[in-house]
Each structure stands twice: as C-alpha cells, then as structure tokens.
C-alpha cells in the first residue's frame, strides 16, 4: 500500500503568513492527489484535486503542485478562517490519507 | 442541493453489530460510486469501504476487510455500512462521502455530517 508522510504535523503561523504544507508519497502517484481542509467538529472540505485543480468555491489563495511522489499545498497569504487541519490524500487503490497537519495560530 | 445524513452510530459492546445508513438527495445517486471514511477520535482519517454506483462492486481497506459489508439500495438514495465483530479500534465518527462527478472515484466534494460509533463495554 501507497504511505502519505505530511510536514510538517504542526506549524504555527500568523494571519498574513505565506505558508506550504508538504505531502510525500512513499511511491509515484502521478497526480492522483487531493487536499482537505478540516476544522474541529466538522467533516473535511475538498480543496484541490489532481495535485493543482482548485475546487470549485474555493480561495485563490490555495494552490497546490507536484507530482510522482511529493507534493506542497500552498497558502499564499493566511487568513483567520485558514486555521485548521489539512489532510491530503492519494487515489491509488486503496485510497489513504495522510497524517494531517494542524495549521494554528501564532 | 446536495445532502448527505449518516444514521445509525451508538455505543455497542466488542464482537457486537451496528447498521449505518446515508440518505442521500440532491444527486443522481445510483450514478456515483460512494464511499465510508472513518476518523478515530483525535486521530486522522481513513477510508473504509467503497461501493460502485450498481452495487456490483465492493472495495474495503484491510482493517475491516471480512468484518464490515457496505450496500446499497438505489431506490432509497441510501447507503448502508454492516459492521459486526466490532473491536475498541473501530471506534470512530464514520462519515459517507461522494465524489467529484466525472473525475477519479475518490475525490471526495460532499461529506455527511458524521455518525459515532463507539465500541466499549
């Protein structure tokens, strides 16, 4: 089965902060990479699909790259809602997530 | 607009059962391959079970594999997850989720609002 390693598990920013969240896949995946974002309580949100497709609704200011094997979530300029847990996910059979980064405040 | 209301969690002993349920609307239901994932709590989250749009095929990640059967009856819109010989691992919020339409199976866009189970004596 295919491991989703996340860097970091936490990180600790302040509204404004550019920030990058890293997701490296312990075998290539081509582009068969999502990202969630997940506040406490709540069910996780798609954000980005195909390592880089932004759904739908969702804030410029997320973006997401990579292929093969590693992969960066990207907030250009973080906002007070930003504050959550970010997951990313690989497609390969069977699907996984990996461990999650939390994203508090400084 | 899309809905997704999981039914069915609780408390049960180990080795016991417990039937989830997914009502969904808002969709062509029968369409789309649907799936269970589950997050322990403070834990991440993990995908468990996953259904073709007809039914004809089931996927299950190991931990479950033989002990969990997922369904579906397309003439309610509802999506079933048998779960028996439940063990304290499995305790978990066990969310239904829909994919993106025309895209991979598992990129999830509509989750339900989560059911816990918990498995305790």
């Known amino acids: 089965d295919i491991q989703l390693t996340q860097s970091p598990s936490f990180l600790s920013a302040s509204v404004g902060d550019r920030v990058t969240i890293t997701c490296r896949a312990s075998?290539?995946?081509?582009?068969?990479l999502a990202w969630y974002q997940q506040k406490p309580g709540k069910a996780p949100k798609l954000l980005i699909y195909a390592a880089s497709t932004l759904q739908s609704g969702v804030p410029s200011r997320f973006s997401g790259s990579g292929s093969g094997t590693e992969f960066t979530l990207t907030i250009s300029s973080l906002q007070p809602e930003d504050f959550a847990t970010y997951y990313c996910?690989?497609?390969?059979?069977?699907?996984?997530f990996g461990q999650g980064t939390k994203v508090e405040i400084k | 607009e899309v809905q997704l209301v999981e039914s069915g969690g609780g408390l049960v002993q180990p080795g016991g059962s417990l039937r989830l349920s997914c009502a969904a609307s808002g969709f062509t239901f029968s369409s789309y391959a649907m799936s269970w994932v589950r997050q322990a709590p403070g834990k991440g989250l993990e995908w468990v079970s996953a259904i073709s749009g007809s039914g004809g095929s089931t996927y299950y990640a190991d931990s479950v594999k033989g002990r969990f059967t997922i369904s579906r009856d397309n003439s309610k819109n509802t999506l079933y997850l048998q779960m028996n010989s439940l063990r304290a691992e499995d305790t978990a919020v066990y969310y239904c989720a829909k994919p993106l339409p025309a895209v991979a199976p598992y990129y999830f866009d509509y989750w339900g609002q989560g059911t816990l189970v918990t498995v305790s004596s």
């Open positions: 996910q690989q497609l390969n059979s069977p699907p996984a």
């Open positions: 075998q290539g995946i081509s582009s068969y």
